[in-house]
């Protein structure tokens, strides 16, 4: 493809809204977390028995001064007591809040497993309509990056909230003990924090948005680019893509930076503030209350333990806010995964029908991709057991769209597909699966062994796997390799010729021993000598698989039982090779002599 096409791609799906939604996010965290629904009920309690431990260190202090510094009673044992008691308080508290945590961050991690399965589960079942639209980097940022930002939610920021909240209702519960009128002065910081996170998510909330939209697309570029390196290069677009990225990057330093100064201007130097203001107005009132009259020891113990209660006050607020940037983004991530799960699943056939000769009926096909754009028109094919179909044309007549129906990759309406007299929904998945084959124009192949890459995590041995290496003409190649069939084949099959890899590919599909066959241009890559191998494969296997073989080089189904030829989502002739060269004039007789022509080495112009 040229290298101007690889361009960063449409949207993986709609834009989020410019703040992303709580409701997608609590939906995606508790149907994570609800496994865990014990866990989170212990958690909670013994953050809140750490927090009335430790709300009982400035009652302590106060009932010292006013029990016995102030009034200069030094009864060592009871005030070592007093301080024993304070510091076993003290150790209880950092003891339950290590077990809270530990508790917290292993619900975390399960969560996020899950969380990270199910949404790799779901994109397995989407339908192939989605990802004719997805981006492939956007798709594997929502399964990583976005997942692992969730548990970064669970872990520093669920954590610090919840115990923020319990100690600052403690602290509040102890002053409005010790002096209510004090206490709602001290309370007044709330609507204030209240106040600063509702500003703060105005400015913040769009940059972070369009801050994890820009991180998904540079993973996509940048999957995008490594893809098609070497068209990049031989093209010399690698400067032109450089700068495209530059651009990128660029946009998202910006929004980050927007991002930040929104944190540094309205998160911890306002409560900073406030707190300096809180602990003045403080002293102010107990300087005036009493007109110039000396504080009494009473007091004194109230104004320390108010002094020590507002830094228990402001620091749970201000942690709340720190992590609000963090629940910002966690919420964002949670929001993007949660609209990738709501994204509709492909149906799944529960029925029970059998794939049991291999017949295929198509009647009255009509299909299109969008409204009023038809690919297909009133398509009519029966194609026997046992048979060798070649379906031909011109690039765009509806090849693969015909073939893509047959493998249920889109529903088939109007008109139906029937196998063996059944239509192809009422045939069980797993059923149908197993008794299809395809082999793609470009063959998948994973970074494994040859083993591997042909049983498919398939229930097969070995002496299945040979045999079908062998129907395919691939046996001999792979026991050449240097660990034959357990040779690690690279990614993508790197070790292997086009060649090869098509071979490996045709050993793939009939290791599940296939009544049905589908070849999808399965010869466009190869040598003339390889495409020879890969017929002498497929005559093996006439009149005990049905094959449909979708053909670019017509080569290929010269030996056809019957050839189809489509133009333009119709068919346009069928019959023989012979039969087809007799139409003078006929589309395939002129896209035959063409390809010979191609053949040749002799220039060609297009048919008319």
């Keep these: 493809m040229p290298a101007e096409s690889l361009s960063p791609a449409a949207p993986l799906a709609p834009p989020l809204p410019r703040s992303a939604p709580l409701g997608d996010a609590a939906s995606l965290l508790l149907r994570a977390a609800a496994p865990e629904r014990s866990h989170v009920l212990r958690a909670v309690a013994w953050l809140t028995v750490a927090a009335l431990l430790e709300a009982l260190g400035p009652l302590a202090g106060k009932y010292l001064i006013d029990n016995y510094l102030l009034p200069r009673n030094a009864q060592i044992p009871a005030i070592a007591a007093l301080l024993i008691g304070a510091l076993l308080a003290g150790m209880t508290a950092s003891w339950l809040r290590y077990l809270q945590l530990t508790r917290l961050s292993g619900l975390a991690m399960r969560s996020v497993r899950r969380i990270r399965e199910t949404v790799y589960r779901h994109v397995l079942r989407l339908p192939m309509s989605f990802f004719d639209r997805a981006i492939t980097g956007q798709l594997v940022s929502r399964v990583t990056n976005d997942t692992e930002a969730v548990k970064t939610l669970y872990v520093q920021v669920l954590f610090v909230m919840l115990d923020s909240v319990i100690v600052l209702l403690g602290a509040l519960a102890a002053m409005l003990w010790l002096d209510w009128r004090l206490m709602l002065i001290v309370a007044t910081l709330v609507p204030v924090v209240v106040l600063v996170i509702v500003v703060y998510q105005a400015f913040s909330a769009p940059a972070v948005t369009r801050m994890r939209e820009l991180r998904s697309e540079i993973n996509a570029q940048v999957a995008e680019s490594i893809n098609g390196m070497p068209v ?28 930040l100064r929104a944190n540094a201007w309205l998160l911890r130097p306002v409560l900073d503030f406030m707190s300096v203001l809180l602990i003045a107005v403080v002293i102010w009132v107990f300087g005036t209350r009493g007109q110039g009259v000396a504080l009494t020891a009473l007091e004194v113990g109230v104004l320390y333990a108010f002094i020590n209660y507002i830094g228990r006050v402001v620091e749970p607020l201000t942690q709340i806010t720190m992590q609000f940037s963090q629940l910002q983004q966690a919420m964002v991530s949670a929001a993007r995964v949660n609209t990738l799960l709501k994204e509709a699943e492909a149906p799944v056939a529960v029925d029970h029908g059998q794939v049991t000769a291999g017949g295929i009926g198509i009647e009255r096909l009509d299909f299109e991709y969008l409204p009023g754009r038809r690919v297909l028109h009133d398509v009519n094919l029966q194609i026997a057991p046992g048979s060798f179909y070649g379906i031909v044309g011109h690039t765009g007549s509806g090849k693969s769209t015909l073939l893509s129906l047959l493998l249920r ?4 309406r109007p008109g139906s597909i029937r196998i063996d007299g059944t239509a192809v929904e009422a045939i069980g998945e797993d059923h149908f699966r197993s008794r299809v084959g395809l082999v793609p124009q470009d063959p998948f192949l994973l970074a494994a062994s040859a083993r591997e890459n042909i049983a498919m ?85 006439r ?52 390809q010979q022509l191609e053949d040749e080495g002799e220039p060609a112009a297009a048919p008319a």
């Design 232 to 259: 990049l290069q031989a093209s010399n677009a690698t400067a032109r893509f450089n700068q495209r990225f530059a651009d990128l990057n660029q946009a998202h330093y910006r929004t980050r930076h927007s991002a």
């Design 409 to 412: 990759f889109y529903p088939a």
């Design 457 to 541: 995590g398939r229930e097969l041995d070995d002496a299945q796997i040979e045999a079908a290496a062998r129907a395919a003409h691939a046996h001999d190649f792979i026991a050449a390799l240097e660990r034959g069939y357990d040779t690690p084949l690279g990614e993508g099959g790197a070790r292997l010729s086009v060649g090869q890899k098509q071979l490996l590919a045709i050993a793939r599909a009939l290791a599940g021993q296939p009544r049905i066959l589908f070849l999808d241009e399965a010869t466009s890559h190869i040598d003339s000598e390889t495409e020879q191998v890969v017929q002498r494969a497929l005559s093996a296997l």
């Design 543 to 594: 009149g005990r698989v049905t094959i449909v073989a979708i053909a670019h080089r017509l080569s290929t189904v010269r030996d056809a039982d019957r050839i189809v030829v489509l133009n333009h989502g119709r068919i346009a002739e069928a019959g023989k090779h012979g039969e087809l060269m007799a139409i003078d004039n006929g589309l395939y007789q002129r896209l035959y002599l063409l």
